[in-house]
């Protein structure tokens, strides 16, 4: 079963390969609820009343404190480089919610029963199983340069994979520490086994520009596949690349 | 996922000469295999396996963060669990600074070493952590699906995840 949605901005497919269809649709439906409680872009969401100090820390929900400690996190592992709060613009949780709901939505579907499904959102992965017994699920990596050709194929079963690059949106990643858009790296591919972790590793490696290399693969349980600007391939020994 | 793994203690004292060693060689990117102690230390680390870590490892500076990811329930990797599993040292004060290192091992070989925490004197710089460079190469492949392909609608519809979603 294969569906795409477009949610939080973003075209999300879902390969589902066995279990009950209507998952997809629970998963989905989770999605467009994450988007309305943390878009920053909502008036109404969460977020943006938190933000405008009509909510206190003591009256949020738990997933928004976890969000919101994840960032805490990223920032200070990256000395600012990584923030939800850019001076001079709202809190912008973005960058953390995006891979933390696509993994709970591929949690859900395994709670659901499903043992083999592809969940895509927007570049981000989250794999469960194999699509074939015995095959892993190939995930191709996108070439910084060349929209139609792969960079790197990963062979992955239980896993998240994410891509942070300047490809399609120009360069929509700023340095925290100084507002700017950052640059350095072209494209910064993370593995792990959970999507909130490679995401926001992906991006926060991104935002430190070439320090983002060493500081990505020094990440506990994260593999990387980072091409920097000179188009060299940094890439961590432990990363399951697929032999095609 | 990482945090609901019990974490081994792993005697770092096998490990340390791992980053005091200062390869002549490890620059531009080979994997720096000299990193890897000798076999018999690796038979000594197996076996000071013990219990679990209770102190956060060194990216965990805030540790409550993590944790909160912890509730998510998770029950992936067991697959790759079976391949390969990764155990955190100690952090340990050495003349340098402090140490700390996580190893990866494929049953009982030690496939990686990882500094989590290292000083930042030359000889650590040029060590870790260890990643391969390589040329970027442009590949065509069958896959199941792209990561980096698709960041907008519009980017979408033209783009190998598109065609893959409608071509099944």
Same mark, same amino acid.
């Given at each position: 079963m294969r569906r795409v949605e477009h949610v939080m901005g973003l075209p999300i497919s879902v390969d589902l @390969?066995?279990?009950? &269809?209507e998952l997809a649709e629970s998963a989905f439906a989770w999605l467009r609820a994450a988007d309305a409680q943390f878009s920053p872009f909502k008036p109404d969401s969460e977020v943006s009343r938190l933000d405008r100090g009509e909510l206190t820390r003591e009256e949020l929900t738990p997933d928004l404190v976890e969000v919101l400690s994840l960032c805490d996190f990223y920032e200070q592992s990256t000395g600012g480089a990584?923030? &939800? @709060?850019?001076?001079?613009?709202?809190?912008?949780p973005c960058a953390v919610v995006k891979g933390w709901a696509v993994q709970r939505a591929a949690d859900m579907l395994r709670e659901g029963g499903a043992t083999s499904f592809c969940l895509n959102a927007g570049g981000d992965v989250v794999t469960a199983g194999e699509p074939e017994p015995g095959k892993p699920w190939r995930v191709g990596v996108r070439h910084p340069d060349l &929209?139609?050709?792969?960079?790197v194929v990963l062979g992955v079963r239980d896993g998240a994979v994410a891509t942070s690059a300047l490809y399609e949106r120009g360069q929509h990643i700023l340095d925290g520490r100084t507002g700017q858009p950052v640059s350095g790296i072209l494209s910064v591919t993370v593995f792990s086994d959970d999507l909130a972790i490679a995401d926001t590793t992906a991006t926060a490696a991104f935002a430190l520009g070439r320090d983002g290399i060493e500081w990505a693969a020094a990440q506990e349980d994260c593999e990387v596949f980072i091409v920097d600007e000179d188009r060299r391939v940094h890439s961590s020994p432990g990363l399951p690349v697929h032999i095609c | 996922m990482k945090w609901a793994i019990p974490v081994a203690v792993l005697s770092v004292a096998g490990l340390v000469p791992v980053w005091l060693y200062s390869p002549g060689a490890a620059h531009e990117g080979e994997i720096n295999e000299a990193a890897a102690p000798p076999a018999q230390e690796q038979q000594q680390t197996q076996q000071q396996t013990t219990a679990p870590q209770t102190t956060g490892s060194a990216p965990k500076t805030t540790g409550s963060a993590p944790k909160t990811t912890g509730s998510a329930p998770r029950t992936t990797t067991q697959q790759q669990q079976a391949q390969n599993r990764t155990v955190s040292g100690p952090a340990v004060n050495t003349s340098e600074g402090v140490v700390q290192v996580q190893v990866t091992l494929q049953g009982t070989k030690i496939v990686d070493v990882k500094a989590l925490r290292a000083p930042n004197s030359e000889p650590t710089r040029m060590a870790l952590p260890l990643l391969k460079q390589s040329a970027l190469k442009a590949q065509s492949a069958d896959i199941d699906t792209v990561s980096g392909a698709t960041a907008t609608s519009g980017g979408y519809k033209q783009s190998l995840q598109a065609a893959i979603d409608s071509a099944k």
């Open positions: @390969r066995d279990g009950d &269809a990584f923030t &939800a @709060r850019v001076p001079g613009r709202g809190l912008d &929209a139609d050709q792969l960079s | -």
